[in-house]
Each structure stands twice: as structure tokens, then as C-alpha cells.
């Protein structure tokens, strides 16, 4: 079994930023991308940003040059700052990871269960 644990979000006014930070664990072989998509009411989810095991980064351009994301291939986790924050980034954010599992040959997507972040005065 293999869970993804997130923590960060909150209310935060136009302009500041916050930290998001999710957590992979179980009987883990081996992750390739892992990062964040967000879902605003009404839309469908989106990708915000991923990084693979290798390095290789892939931002909405929505966010590019406001938020970064980085990774700890050892810990299994990875971390998402947004800067600039604007109030159209309100929405769920969603930790998404790639896991081949203990035991198995192939990758399968998991999610973490959501964190709201509200950018509003």
C-alpha cells in the first residue's frame, strides 16, 4: 500500500506565498514523477507542476516563474513554493506520484487526498 501525505496550504492574501509538501510512503520500489495538480470549483483538474526522478521539470505556464518545485529522491518527497500568488490559484491541490510498488512491474498513479488553497484579501 502506498500513500501520499500532504501538508501547506491555507488562506493567504494576493501576492504571498506558501509551501506545500507531500510525503510518499508504503512498500515503495521506486518513484519516476511525482508533483501537483490543483482543481478550481467547476474545472477539471489540472497540472500545475512535476519533476521526474531524473531531473526533468514540467510547469503549467500559468505558474511558470512564481512556483518551484523540488524533490528528495531519498525521502520520497517533494515540495512545491509558490511565490506571487495570485487568486486564480485558488483551488485543491493535489499531490500526484508514479510508484512502482514492492512486489510489481509497472508504475500506477496515486494521489493524495487534497489541500484547499485560498489566495483571497
Known amino acids: 500500500q502506498v500513500q501520499l501525505v500532504e501538508s501547506g496550504g491555507g488562506l493567504v492574501q494576493p501576492g504571498g506565498s506558501l509551501r506545500l509538501s507531500c510525503a510518499a510512503s508504503g512498500s515503495i520500489f521506486s518513484i519516476n514523477a511525482m508533483g501537483w495538480y490543483r482543481q478550481a470549483p467547476g474545472r477539471q483538474r489540472e497540472l500545475v507542476a512535476t519533476?521526474?526522478?531524473?531531473?526533468?521539470?514540467n510547469y503549467a505556464d500559468s505558474v511558470k516563474g512564481r512556483f518551484a518545485l523540488s524533490r528528495d529522491n531519498a525521502k520520497n518527497t517533494v515540495l512545491l513554493q509558490m511565490n506571487n500568488l495570485k487568486p486564480e490559484d485558488t483551488a485543491v491541490y493535489y499531490c500526484?506520484?508514479?510508484?512502482?510498488?514492492?512486489?510489481?512491474?509497472?508504475?500506477?498513479?496515486?494521489w493524495g487526498q487534497g489541500t484547499q488553497v485560498t489566495v483571497s484579501s
Open positions: 519533476l521526474t526522478s531524473g531531473g526533468s521539470t
Open positions: 500526484n506520484a508514479d510508484v512502482r510498488a514492492s512486489g510489481y512491474s509497472r508504475y500506477y498513479d496515486y
